[in-house]
């Protein structure tokens, strides 16, 4: 049994273009929203129109209200961060958010005891290269949509003689990835930011991908909900 899933993070209007691609090729997943996200000017974020929007067809998750590194804040900011996202998108939806995601990954035990006291069920890492659920509330994810210089190790362990192919070449590191994954069974999970696809001219990178993953009989596509 192969499961699939993708996730966005941050919330910046250019979600709307990812949305579209995953519609057209049946891919689900979810949208991790910083509402005041601190890395994207006032004027490209999401708006509440724009959130409600999503939620029609995807999962909406929270990212904290401003993005900071949990690690870099006191904890009575972190807990803050966290339970005020939660608060703000279900006021924004009418209806619960149960998903997060840690901002840049960065998080310690007690940030996970805070998400679970807030009352989520899933929170996500940047932690890549896996193909399983893992810890509910410290998630892996399998590949970024994006090029990591530090993954040379880890794109070595799955490219074999393809190598500096899938060193340069996100996609290709992906669809290598999930096919590998769909042999044994397993959780293939794409994640990456609009603003970061766009910067990089990478949308047809992930296109790619997305007809690769897309449409298939034998795959469950899912939200990240619905990986616990
Ligand atoms: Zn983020």
């Known amino acids: 049994m192969t499961t699939v899933t993708t996730s966005w993070d941050d919330g910046h209007a250019l979600d709307m273009r990812v949305a579209e691609l995953l519609r057209k090729h049946a891919v689900s997943g979810t949208f991790y929203i910083s509402p005041q996200c601190r890395e994207i000017p006032a004027d490209e974020r999401l708006t509440g129109a724009q959130v409600r929007e999503l939620a029609h067809a ?10 900071p590194r949990l690690t870099e804040v006191s904890s ?7 339970v005020d996202s939660k608060k703000f998108l279900e006021d924004v939806l009418g209806s619960p958010v149960s998903s997060f995601c840690y901002p840049g990954g960065a998080f310690i035990g007690a940030h996970k005891a805070m998400v679970k006291d807030a009352g989520f069920t899933f ?4 932690e890549r290269f896996e193909g399983g ?3 509910p509330f410290a998630a892996p994810t399998t590949i970024h949509a994006y090029r990591h210089y530090s993954d040379a190790l880890g794109v070595a362990r ?3 003689k393809r190598f500096l192919s899938g060193y340069l070449n996100w996609d290709e590191l992906a669809t290598t990835l999930f096919d590998e994954i769909a042999q044994d ?3 293939f999970h794409l994640w990456g930011h609009s603003w970061e696809i766009e910067k990089n001219s ?6 790619r991908v997305l007809a690769h993953i897309g ?3 034998e795959v469950a596509y899912v939200q990240n909900c619905a990986l616990v």
């Open 76 to 82: 009575e900011v972190a807990r803050q961060e966290i």
């Open 58 to 67: 995807f999962e909406i998750g929270a990212h904290t209200m401003t993005h």
């Open 215 to 217: 449409k298939r009989k």
């Open 133 to 135: 659920i893992g810890d």
């Open 185 to 187: 069974g397993g959780v």
């Open 123 to 126: 929170a996500r890492t940047v």
């Open 202 to 207: 990478d949308w047809e990178r992930l296109e």
């Open 158 to 160: 799955h490219m074999g």
